[in-house]
């Protein structure tokens, strides 16, 4: 059962440090002898924590009425688990326990009496400690050993399951897995994510297409080991070396493989708790491997998008990892050889720019497509061809269709084999993605004017919040409630669903109807009201301040609603607002957020009975919007279009962060057919923040957000709305006059006469005349021509150099 080798011995006794007998404060162990345990009903506590405090293990809410036991970050407000000792198999949350039995193994027990995972030691004649290291490893020792401090009998650095963190090593009898993606160690001795699907496995990362060399890599050092170090480089014994982008000590850093197949390194924010990606694997979600599935097409333009292959249906309306089946009935080739006449006839489909990744039935050099064609056509087992002409034609017929792509950067076509009377000219099925969250054109989801989420039409003041207080209460709650809730609606939820829901990770919940009207007080304090609902504040049972959405106008049914719920529990970054559960009971459908408290940032840029906002303030605000709507356009598992950006729904912490409010919605607004046209144009003349697109009826995708964006920093840099601005004789402007005007400043690059008056000079022109030029190119008329947000975020960021300030050195 050694899955170690000895060659890791060196390593063992590197991290075999004797733990600090522990001075003061009795309530966090660092070491605990055989016979402890731990019952998951007191999961407020931690089963360790390490000397120095950074890490914490015990249980740790994995789900509905699931739990696992991990290691986590102490200060990361989500918990993170950076270990788990049962990945995938959650133990009940009542009944349950961690145990370091007499003799010496450590092992977890569900409500059951069943063993769902043990380290499977023993010895030491009743001995053994257990301690949890300032490194995060989780080790069983042998005091009596002869070695200098005690022998380690096991420790949870062998045994990575998604994370590694500072000086862990990943050898080559590991792996780091999520879902069906892993992190490993090839045989050829290089590092590479593998993509191990259910019918299919493909290595998609380092580029396939390459050979090692190529790709920077060396196959020569056999020793296969890789460490990421406390200055945040990874480096690996097959050449691959990488840096975070805060590259320096000091930082609590992880390595992790994510469900989406990219791996990245997350920093700690000391101040916030919040992780921020500061390495990603992979820039270009399509280049991994099986998001979209079997005969299904990526394409990231700007958002991830997966469509099936012409001719070819999706296989599970809600996931698109299953990818797509043939519409016509497909030939037996093991049986049509017996009878080549009656082949069936074929012609082709032909989708440009695009291609699949190998399975390749051959390779034919300098042959004509129509060469091409007709190998394929008489190939039974050739379902399509890829054709493309650099200098001269080459050909691959394909057998399989799987990971295809769309880029503009690939030279060829794809052309897909359908029968002959096939009705080619049907449009393609389910052309847009449904794993992320798109816009729909037609639908109203910015109707009303009077303010949205945030933002108290009779200006009452939103509350101090704590955010991640009472998380620890919140735990207790969610036993409690969970544990009767889980008996007793069992049934409500689509069984379909509930495997996915399971899932979630974090706080993310279900809360009753009953539990979100006690906690509102009947819904009594009224603190925003926007298109999708009214919000409440309330205050869980744990004294948890949260806002709590009723949202009207739910299209679809239970299994809708649900699936939108999974996406959306899964959105997590710090300059988004937190969603923290959900109640769906009948026609009652809330949402639960965090509570953010110092309202949405309209009051401060348009109250002028305020104190102006400060200039670093602003940058701040305008560089954490662009962060949030970054990762829910390329970053998070499942891309999303926020369709509503405005200062109502930015909302701000005390520090004056940004969080944004009020993503995921628009697919759950209803569609009524009449109304349409009338709100459309409604919106156009009033909101101010829409696309030119939205009024076109044409599919918009993420850049309708980046006009938005553009608008709210304009008017984070002059301090009032855009579509109030008036000419001398009191004339609305045109946005092609603001344009112009700006055009007007960005040539000049005299920007201080712009900008907010109240602020009296207190700026750093460098950066508002940065801000007007971005504002510039998100306001242009072709969607194509604005920046992505991630190209946003990156020019602020390189931009964000506050001590450039005078007025702000103290
Ligand atoms: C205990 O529960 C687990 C998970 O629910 C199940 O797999 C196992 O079979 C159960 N064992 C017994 C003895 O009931
Ligand atoms: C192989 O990699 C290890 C770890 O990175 C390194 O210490 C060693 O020097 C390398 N060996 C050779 C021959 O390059
Ligand atoms: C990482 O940082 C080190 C030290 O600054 C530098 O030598 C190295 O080239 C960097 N590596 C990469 C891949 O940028
Ligand atoms: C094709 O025909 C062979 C021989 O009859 C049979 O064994 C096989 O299962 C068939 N395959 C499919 C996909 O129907
Ligand atoms: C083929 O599909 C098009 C578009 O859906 C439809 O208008 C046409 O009638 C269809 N033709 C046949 C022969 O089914
Ligand atoms: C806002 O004020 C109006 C008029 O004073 C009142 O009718 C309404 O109930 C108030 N709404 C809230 C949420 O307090
Ligand atoms: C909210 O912002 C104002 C400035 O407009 C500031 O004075 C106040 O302290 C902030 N409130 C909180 C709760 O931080």
Redesign the pocket.
Known sequence: MERYGTCLLAFILLFAVVPRPSASAPAAEHTLGAGSSLSVEDRARPFLTSPDGTFSCGFQDSGENAFSFSVWYTAAAEKTAVWTANPGAPV?GRGSRISFRRDGGLALD?????TVWESKTSGGGGALTISLLDTGNLVILDPSSSTGGGRVVWQSFDWPTDTLLPSQPLTKHMKLVAGYFSLYYDNDNVLRLLYDGPEISSIYWPNPGKNPFDNGRTTYNSSRIGVLDANGAFLSSDNLGVNASDLGPGVKRRLTIEQDGNVRIYSLSASTGGWAVTWAALAQPCSVHGLCGPNAICEYQPSLRCSCAPGYEMVDPRDWRKGCRPMFSVTNCSLQQASPEQQPRYKFVKMAHTDFYGYDLWFYQSVTFAYCKKICSEMCLCIGFSYKLQGQGVCYPKSVLFNGFTSSAFPGNIYIKVPIDFNASAPPVSARSTTGIACEPTVPVIVQESGTFGRSGNGTEWPYLFAFAGVLGLLDLIFIATGCWFLSNKQSIPSSLEAGYRMVTGQFRRFTYRELKDATGNFKEEIGRGGSGVVYRGVLDGGKVVAVKKLTNVAGGDEEFWAEMTVIGRINHINLVRIWGFCSQGKHKLLVYEYVENESLDRHLFDMDRTALPWRERYRIALGTARGLAYLHHECLEWVIHCDVKPENILLTREFDAKIADFGLAKLSKRDGAGDSFQLSHMRGTTGYMAPEWARNVPVDAKVDVYSYGIVLLEIVIGSRISDQTTAGGERLEMSQIAQALRQVVDTGDVVPLVDGRLQGQLNPRQALEMVRISLSCMQERSNDRPTMDDIAKVLTACDDEDEHPAYRS
């Open positions: 009940n569900d409500a059951n009496g069943t």
